[in-house]
């Protein structure tokens, strides 16, 4: 069930209905699609309407963040807990119920998605990745990559290009790829590689992933603002509601 959080169409799954969910894609006919909002890119597709437009007609839209499951709770339609994509993906990766589901990795710097294959299958040798692309190429490059996606119909394709370019590519051409799932997936392939350090568990469990992103990587202070922003923007609209009740 999709709850409406602040405009953003989210869907209201635990981990594990997410994954059943995902493998229930990969046996459809159209492509489905899998968009991982946190707070951050939530409060950028409040300020794009296209953006926030393509959120929405996702298949599958996850709480990718503390953030937005608190927001949801402050204005009281909670979901009941985070779903990050980048656990998600993992999971899918190495999750036994996907080992006869084929991969490619769209994304990331030339080598990293290469690198991140390689590590995944120290603990998943049953990974069947058919192809790899990095992130970095030109516009005019797009229909050959997509004629070599089509020729290889991989069952899942992730898509690592940060939001929003990720979705918004998605969105344009997902009719026209032969894939079952296309999942935008951020930075993920960067982790799997270990190019990006996750949070160590603490973090996780006391949901200060973002402060440790913010030691490790000190310029995305700017794009972290948009966190508090978007919590600001769910108190207005729960102190807006109780008024209008009042």
Same mark, same amino acid.
């Given at each position: 069930m999709k709850k409406d959080i602040l405009g953003i169409k989210i869907d209201d799954v635990t981990m594990e209905e997410a994954l059943e969910i995902a493998l229930s894609f990969t046996k459809c006919?159209?492509?489905?699609?899998?968009?991982?909002?946190?707070?951050? /890119?939530?409060?950028?597709?409040?300020?794009?309407?296209? !953006?926030?437009? /393509? &959120?929405?007609?996702?298949?599958?839209? /996850?709480?990718?963040?503390?953030?937005?499951?608190?927001? @949801? %709770?402050i204005?009281?339609?909670?979901?009941?807990? %985070?779903?990050?994509?980048?656990?998600? @993906? @993992? @999971?899918?990766? #190495?999750?036994?119920? !996907?080992?006869? %589901?084929?991969? !490619? !990795?769209?994304?990331?710097?030339?080598?990293?998605?290469? #690198?991140?294959?390689d590590m995944v299958k120290v603990s998943n040798p049953n990974l069947q990745v058919v192809g790899i692309q990095h992130g970095y190429f030109k516009e005019d490059e797009t229909q050959q990559i997509i004629r070599t996606i089509n020729n290889l119909q991989p069952d899942i394709l992730f898509v690592g &290009?940060?939001?929003?370019?990720?979705?918004? *590519?998605?969105?344009?051409?997902?009719?026209?790829?032969?894939?079952?799932?296309?999942?935008?997936?951020? +930075?993920? /392939?960067? +982790?799997?590689?270990?190019?990006? %350090?996750?949070?160590?568990?603490?973090?996780? #469990?006391?949901?200060?992933? *973002?402060?440790?992103?913010?030691v490790k990587q000190p310029k995305r202070f700017g794009r972290m603002l948009n966190i508090p922003s978007f919590l600001c923007q769910a108190v207005r609209y729960r102190m807006k509601t109780k008024k209008q009740m009042s």
């Open positions: 006919d159209s492509a489905k699609t899998v968009y991982t909002p946190n707070a951050e /890119i939530a409060m950028v597709a409040l300020q794009d309407n296209e !953006f926030l437009d /393509i &959120l929405n007609q996702g298949d599958l839209v /996850i709480p990718d963040g503390a953030g937005v499951v608190l927001a @949801s %709770k204005i009281n339609n909670p979901l009941r807990q %985070k779903v990050a994509g980048f656990d998600l @993906s @993992s @999971s899918m990766l #190495k999750d036994p119920r !996907f080992h006869g %589901k084929t991969f !490619f !990795f769209l994304g990331a710097k030339p080598g990293v998605a290469e #690198k991140a294959v &290009l940060g939001a929003p370019r990720q979705e918004k *590519w998605i969105h344009t051409h997902k009719d026209h790829l032969n894939a079952k799932l296309i999942m935008g997936i951020g +930075g993920t /392939i960067d +982790g799997l590689a270990g190019e990006v %350090k996750r949070a160590p568990d603490v973090f996780v #469990k006391w949901n200060l992933e *973002w402060l440790y992103r913010l």
